[in-house]
């Protein structure tokens, strides 16, 4: 039965095709198809066919999406990158203030040292400016008593009583220096009331700083008495 409908079918294709060629055959010989127009309908077939292959070209193109698991393991590798980045960037930094700080260190240190070095600079000129101070003035004593020691004891009256208006301490240094025997020819020569206040106060100086010395030397003082 089967071969029985293969034929029929086989039959009725070829049917099919003859009458399509008989159709065509109709269609030249009454002028309706010419090869022109034959040509036309093969070109329009085959354009609409490469129209339809162009329109599927792009879904045969088309790359298909990646993978879950594939972006995934990109967004870790770029969050590393990242983090190194960063990570370096901070180390720089700490460098680069740990530099600063031992550079700020180092000019500290010189500066405390300048200093040092200036204020031991300093006290040492002050040190020998005083000394030469004290020897200058020592010479100059030493060559005014000198002078004066070689004055008439009227003239050293004059002296010491100048001195003694102008500067009271100088005048008792001066009268304390010089030998008793001249001092004494000096006071000879004080008879005015003044002159004679003015030897007064000297005196009194000279106890005052005899007393003093010896306080000094002894370590007690003037009201101490014995028990």
């Not at 031992?102 to 204020?119: M, W, Y």
């Not at 008593?145 to 009271?168: G, H, M, N, T």
């Amino acid at each position: 039965m089967i071969r029985r409908l293969y034929h029929t079918l086989a039959v009725l294709a070829i049917a099919h095709v003859l009458a399509g060629v008989a159709g065509v055959a109709y269609l030249f010989q009454t002028g309706r198809l010419t090869p022109e127009r034959a040509q036309e309908i093969v070109a329009l077939l085959r354009g609409s066919a490469e129209a339809g292959d162009e329109q599927a070209a792009p879904q045969l193109d088309e790359q298909p999406e990646a993978e879950p698991w594939t972006n995934a393991a990109d967004a870790v590798r770029e969050q590393r990158r990242q983090q190194q980045t960063r990570r370096a960037a901070l180390d720089a930094s700490v460098r680069a203030l740990n530099a600063q700080r031992d550079l700020l260190e180092q000019v500290l240190a010189d500066q405390i040292r300048k200093q040092e070095q200036f204020d031991a600079a300093r006290k040492a000129w002050v040190e020998e400016k005083s000394r030469q101070q004290v020897e200058a003035s020592d010479a100059g004593f030493q060559r005014e008593l000198e002078y004066f020691s070689k004055l008439s004891p009227k003239q050293a009256k004059e002296v010491l009583i100048r001195k003694w208006r102008d500067s009271p301490p100088d005048a008792v240094r001066l009268i304390n220096a010089v030998k008793t025997s001249v001092g004494q020819a000096v006071f000879e020569q004080m008879k005015t009331p003044e002159e004679i206040q003015v030897m007064y106060e000297l005196l009194e100086r000279l106890g005052k700083q005899d007393i003093d010395q010896f306080v000094a030397e002894s370590g007690t003082t003037a009201d101490d008495t014995e028990p």
